[in-house]
């Protein structure tokens, strides 16, 4: 079954622009690319969401080359409190032509002073 | 003003006891989730409702039940637990499918602790 693709951790520092890339090859033509961000002893929370091309919104951007097959989340001058988990999430059509809700493993960003 | 609050947020209890979690979300959605996130960060989900039907049912043990009053509750019942059953447990709802695009709500999570 396919999943998503993400580091494991990443290191920062306040202001820096932080990018954080997914691979998902075998996303649905239909499907949407949405990021997910978790704080400790929280539920997730949505960040950004998109189908191709760029997508900015107040806190993030989001892009996807032409083939989907990856996106890259940017977070642009980050700040201690963007410490947290990301998560990649797409929808992927599996053998069974069911559609399945894939998360990836979350990436751990961590911001230094 | 809560949009999916979920209790309790801490429980722990001993095995082969049976417990319950509940859920309500205020936001109007039509579909409801059960999700389990382990020491790992893993996010998996359990089930999902859309307007009180099951829709998902993933590879979980049957003594784990969600019930469905309305759609805008969704419980979960474990019976006989066990100790591999620790866990945030994160109740969620969306305006139609996941899968489609349609964000995800999440509640607080309730911490689960088998002893």
């Known amino acids: 079954l396919a999943k998503t693709t993400q580091p494991i951790s990443m290191d920062s520092y306040e202001g820096q622009e932080v990018n954080i890339t997914c691979s998902h090859n075998n996303i649905a033509t239909n499907d949407y690319i949405t990021w997910y961000q978790q704080f400790p002893s929280q539920g997730p929370r949505f960040i950004i969401q998109g189908y191709k091309t760029k997508v900015t919104n107040e806190v993030a951007s989001l892009f996807i080359p032409a083939d989907r097959k990856s996106s890259t989340l940017s977070l642009p001058r980050v700040s201690l409190s963007d410490t947290a988990v990301y998560y990649c999430?797409?929808?992927?059509?599996?053998?069974?032509?069911?559609?399945?809700?894939?998360w990836g493993a979350g990436t751990k960003l961590i911001i230094k002073p | 003003d809560t949009a999916v609050s979920q209790t309790p947020k801490y429980l722990v209890t001993q095995m082969g006891n049976d417990k319950s979690i509940k859920c309500e979300q205020n936001?109007?959605?039509?579909?409801m989730y059960w999700y389990k996130q382990d020491s790992k960060k893993f996010l998996k989900i359990m089930f999902s409702y859309n307007n009180k039907e099951l829709i998902i049912n993933e590879t979980v043990p049957n003594r784990f039940s969600p019930k469905s009053p309305d759609k805008a509750h969704l419980n979960l019942h474990i019976n006989s637990l066990e100790l591999g059953d620790s866990a945030v447990y994160f109740c969620a709802s969306s305006q139609g499918s996941q899968a489609r695009g349609n964000t995800i709500y999440f509640g607080e999570g309730s911490w689960l602790t088998v002893v």
């Open positions: 936001l109007g959605h039509d579909t």
């Open positions: 999430l797409v929808g992927v059509k599996s053998m069974d032509s069911n559609y399945q809700l894939i």
